[in-house]
């Protein structure tokens, strides 16, 4: 007992001198921060609200555009963005050095899926359903920028999709709310790390706040209009889980959110974010964004624009240069409160000191630790796990896959087999002085799996775009002569990304045609689909007897794709967007309501919520995806049927791997609220859990129920829980629902 008491005042007495410790360490940073503001004119104050590009197109250092050299030195520049490498970041801090007050640069990059070595496109890593290694890639990402002397990343993108046609849906997390928000969450915790100003850290943006993500028709940068419920309850969780993680800057969106630009938009950035939430980062605005309210016919002029941004509370302007222009005789005028720029520059000014630079500018520029971290085999490890967990095995009809290794002739077709930078998908970084040989094709993959005891026979088939089918006669020559043959088909990796929204998502070119060519040989077709998007490609999902969506997967691609075709990993991704039949289904996703007249099967399209002409059923729904062994559910109990509000359900089963390979299955929980005073949608995720099992093993899992899962937002947007009846369904997919239940939240 009286150990136990030791104990105790032992745990009051460290945590007291942390706490202390902590408020000390806070204190001593403001009082930094003020340290300097204090010395600051309103021409350095405003100068720290600005960041501008660096000159893409400089090969020369020494033809440095004058005019942003002197802005530096003179104090009237805070940040740069795609400034990268150590020698040319050391450059302009030097230069920032030269500025009265020595200021500090802030260099801004998109390290959105890795830096040198590139990761699969974050779409692709969220089907892994593994935080952890999610987590890793950021963190690895984090250590090669910030090796790089990069300090911040504008990443993660946490915005919500549910439309393929929309470029950018490749940048995120897919159509789900609580599964974006735990990501948001590992991504923020792997770019940040443990605590500001670690050397392996950068700061990470939660962007675009907000609304995005529901561009009318999918177009990018075109108006949303959405219902406050929509934007509380789907749209705002991930950006609200990156303040649970301490996200140190916000980035605004392009978009009008019904009818105000989110950058000037007081309503998102003060009301939302920086009071309900607390959030005491910073907020930058997207691209020029501050200056495009005048085109959004928001405001007049550049001055308005900078009044109505800064207002808003957008503390930084990313290239616009309407606040470097307009702010000082805004504030002469009167017209914008002195407070709102020392509020601005305070915020700023604290990320810097947090990340150490006032003590050492120049920490994150060393070239010895950026030539370790660049090369640093660990990576590419992880780069190749990452890689084979995003892979979604869609078809395997008969069980061709796995392939044996003793394969004696395959066929490799296709327009994308030898490509080397496809591989990199959209937003990959090109970091200066370094080629891009660093990537495995797909060629060299499956040659280095096979080796030298496989006849590897290649033919590019067609193009990737065009009508062009002059290449099928090779292709069907080598089909002929082989035993399998593999298509590597899809997108161009600049098809999807910002400004890259389609209308039509199909399989672009001729590629399905191949197909149907070589399906006539009657040989066993792979075919590997490449895209930053959900494409449509419904001859190839009826015909091709097995199917891997491949993303794009990053710098280990190759070698990823050969692990999973050849069974050296056993796929274990999950969707994470509904794909859809056809574009005329779109938006398509799974936790829609119910409606006044449900359609229940594609037999009845009669008054019914359906289209007369299509399906009402996607092509490959949220949560599926394949293994090459199977999986058992049983024995679901719940260890009560009511429950009041403060208490919790335990939900336990069993699942056991009933096939012949060691596997992992992500096991859906999701919860139909019955009757609400707001109508439910049909089934939302709630939890899962990821779940390793040798061939035979059974596992009990537990899940928790509490009131937290069970709420919503109701008509007062309060946040609040409904006694009534709850429908549990535990699932492969959110389709295939394999154990069901109800219980009931008493008053
Ligand atoms: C994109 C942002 C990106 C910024 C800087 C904009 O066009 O919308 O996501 O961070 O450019 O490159």
């Known amino acids: 007992m009286k150990k136990i008491v030791l104990n105790i005042l032992f745990i009051i007495v460290v945590n007291t001198l942390f706490q202390l410790t902590a408020s000390a360490q806070t204190k001593s940073i403001s009082q930094k921060v003020d340290s300097v503001f204090n010395l600051m004119?309103?021409?350095?104050?405003?100068?720290?609200?600005?960041?501008?590009?660096?000159?893409?197109?400089?090969?020369?250092?020494?033809?440095?555009?004058?005019?942003?050299?002197?802005?530096?030195?003179?104090?009237?520049?805070?940040?740069?963005?795609?400034?990268?490498?150590?020698?040319?970041?050391?450059?302009?801090?030097?230069?920032?050095?030269?500025?009265?007050?020595?200021?500090?640069?802030?260099?801004?990059?998109?390290?959105?899926?890795?830096?040198?070595?590139?990761?699969?496109?974050?779409?692709?890593?969220?089907?892994?359903?593994?935080?952890?290694?999610?987590?890793?890639?950021?963190?690895?990402?984090?250590?090669?920028?910030?090796?790089?002397g990069i300090h911040w990343t504008f990443a993660p993108m946490v915005d919500i999709t549910r439309d393929p046609r929309w470029g950018r849906v490749m940048e995120g997390a897919g159509e789900d709310p609580y599964l974006a928000s735990k990501i948001a969450y590992a991504r923020v915790k792997g770019f940040q790390g443990d605590k500001p100003g670690e050397l392996n850290s950068i700061m990470a943006c939660a962007k675009h706040f907000a609304g995005y993500g529901a561009a009318i028709g999918g177009r990018d940068y075109n108006s949303v209009d959405m219902s406050e419920r929509l934007l509380w309850e789907v749209y705002l969780p991930p950006f609200k889980a990156a303040v649970d993680a301490k996200v140190s800057t916000f980035m605004t969106s392009f978009n009008d959110i019904n009818g105000v630009p989110s950058t000037g938009n007081k309503y998102l950035l003060r009301t939302i974010l920086k009071e309900q939430w607390g959030f005491n980062g910073y907020v930058v605005s997207d691209w020029g964004a501050v200056g495009e309210m005048i085109n959004h016919g928001n405001v007049k002029n550049e001055s308005e624009a900078a009044q109505c941004a800064i207002t808003a509370g957008c503390d930084m302007d990313m290239e616009s240069r309407n606040y470097k222009n307009n702010l000082a005789q805004l504030v002469n005028d009167g017209k914008v409160l002195i407070a709102l720029i020392d509020e601005a520059v305070k915020r700023i000014l604290q990320k810097k000191f947090e990340l150490g630079l006032f003590d050492d500018p120049f920490r994150f520029c060393s070239a010895e630790r950026e030539k370790r971290e660049l090369n640093n085999p660990e990576h590419t490890t992880a780069a190749r796990e990452m890689a084979c967990k995003s892979i979604v095995l869609l078809k395997n009809q008969n069980q061709l896959l796995p392939l044996s290794k003793n394969i004696k002739t395959i066929a490799?077709?296709?327009?994308?087999?030898?490509?080397?930078?496809?591989?990199?998908?959209?937003?990959?970084?090109?970091?200066?002085?370094?080629?891009?040989?660093?990537?495995?094709?797909?060629?060299?993959?499956?040659?280095?799996?096979?080796?030298?005891?496989?006849?590897?026979?290649?033919?590019?088939?067609?193009?990737?775009?065009?009508?062009?089918?002059?290449?099928?006669?090779?292709?069907?020559?080598?089909?002929?002569?082989a035993d399998v043959v593999i298509l590597s088909i899809g997108e161009r990796r600049d098809m999807t990304g910002e400004a890259k929204s389609r209308s039509n998502i199909n399989i672009p070119g001729v590629q399905e045609d191949l197909l149907k060519e070589l399906l006539t040989t009657g040989k066993p077709v792979v075919a590997l689909i490449n895209a930053g998007r959900p494409l449509v490609f419904n001859y190839t999902a009826d015909n091709a007897p097995a199917i891997l969506y491949t993303w794009w997967l990053g710098s280990e691609a190759g070698n990823a794709i050969a692990d999973v075709l050849f069974g050296d990993y056993n796929p274990s991704a999950k969707l994470v967007i509904t794909f859809p039949q056809s574009v005329g289904q779109l938006p398509i996703y799974y936790s829609h309501f119910n409606t006044g007249h449900p359609a229940v099967s594609d037999d009845n399209h009669s008054y019914n919520s359906s289209y007369t002409d299509l399906s009402i059923y996607p092509k490959f729904e949220f949560g599926y995806g394949l293994s090459y062994t199977s999986f058992q559910y049983s024995n679901l109990k719940l260890s009560k049927k009511k429950m009041t509000k403060d208490e919790q359900i335990e939900v336990s089963l069993t699942i056991t791997n009933t096939g012949k390979y060691n596997g992992e299955e992500i096991v859906q929980l999701y919860i139909r609220d019955l009757v609400g005073s707001i109508v439910r949608p049909v089934k939302d995720l709630k939890d899962f859990n990821k779940i390793p099992l040798k061939i035979g093993e059974s596992k009990n899992i537990r899940f928790i129920i509490d009131k937290e899962k069970l709420s919503f937002y109701n008509q007062q947007l309060q946040w609040i829980a409904e006694p009534g009846e709850f429908e549990l369904m535990i699932g492969a997919s959110s389709r295939d629902i394999r154990l069901q239940d109800n219980f009931e939240l008493l008053e």
């Open 412 to 481: 490799f077709i296709g327009p994308l087999v030898k490509a080397v930078k496809q591989n990199k998908g959209f937003w990959d970084v090109e970091v200066p002085g370094l080629d891009s040989n660093y990537i495995v094709s797909q060629w060299a993959g499956i040659q280095n799996k096979v080796g030298n005891k496989t006849n590897l026979l290649y033919a590019k088939g067609c193009d990737i775009e065009g009508d062009n089918k002059n290449g099928f006669t090779e292709a069907l020559n080598i089909a002929r002569q």
């Open 41 to 148: 004119t309103l021409d350095e104050k405003i100068g720290q609200l600005n960041q501008y590009n660096d000159d893409w197109t400089a090969t020369d250092l020494l033809a440095i555009d004058n005019d942003k050299a002197i802005q530096i030195q003179k104090g009237q520049l805070g940040s740069l963005l795609n400034c990268m490498g150590t020698e040319r970041t050391r450059i302009w801090q030097k230069i920032a050095m030269q500025s009265r007050l020595k200021i500090p640069l802030l260099f801004g990059q998109d390290v959105i899926h890795g830096y040198k070595t590139t990761f699969p496109i974050p779409l692709a890593e969220a089907c892994s359903w593994d935080l952890e290694a999610i987590e890793l890639s950021a963190r690895i990402a984090a250590t090669e920028a910030s090796a790089s």
